[in-house]
């Protein structure tokens, strides 16, 4: 399954919880996850952090660019973990500009 949500470009500057309220927040069964973050083609400096469970697969780091806002499997699914059942997943993005807008992506695999 696929969780896509997207912070639209007229949103404003600062710090967004895409997955927070997402039935799929917290895993129901131990599963594959893999995580996809890009941006449309902004030079804003946006950055991501993101949790699997208790794991940070990746702190405070600046987000792709690509051209179109589009997350391609497997190219752009570059964080990948294994999570056990009622762990949490959390994507945090510091968005600096208001122009751009971001694209997060999980896809998650049961075990």
């Known amino acids: ?13 600062g710090t ?3 997955l927070q309220g997402s039935q799929y927040e ?3 069964g131990p599963a594959q996850v893999s995580f996809a973050i890009v941006q449309d083609g902004s030079t804003d400096a946006n950055l ?3 949790y699997s ?3 940070v697969l990746q702190e405070q ?26 762990e949490r997943l959390s994507v945090v993005v510091s968005k600096v500009g208001t122009t751009d807008s971001i694209l997060v992506v999980v896809r998650i695999i049961p075990l």
């Open 16 to 18: 967004y919880y895409p």
């Open 53 to 55: 469970g208790s794991d």
């Open 61 to 86: 780091a600046a987000i792709d660019v690509k051209a179109t806002l589009i997350a391609v499997w497997p190219d752009d699914f570059a964080l990948q973990d294994i999570a056990g059942q009622g």
């Open 26 to 28: 917290y895993l129901d």
């Open 48 to 50: 991501a952090t993101v």
């Open 1 to 13: 399954m696929l969780i896509k949500k997207q912070i639209a470009g007229a949103s404003a500057a």
